[in-house]
């Protein structure tokens, strides 16, 4: 089984490379502070994913662009 690669409450560079993503790829507006909360949770929602994302839909949402 695959560990989840960032879930809600996560802080730091990974959560941070996740909303460069979201913000580049899927248009959104998140404030990139490394946290992952409710407005990132619910960019993640909007594209199509779910808490926790897994490693391989970590590295989908970031290699999209």
Do not use: M, R, W
């Amino acid at each position: 089984e695959e560990l989840p690669h960032v879930k809600y409450g996560d802080k730091g560079e990974t959560v941070l490379k996740l909303q460069q993503a979201l913000n580049k790829c899927y248009k959104n507006t998140l404030t990139e502070d490394g946290i992952l909360g409710d407005k990132t949770q619910a960019a993640l929602t909007q594209a199509g994913y779910q808490l926790p994302v897994l490693k391989n839909k970590f590295d989908e949402v970031v290699s999209k662009c």
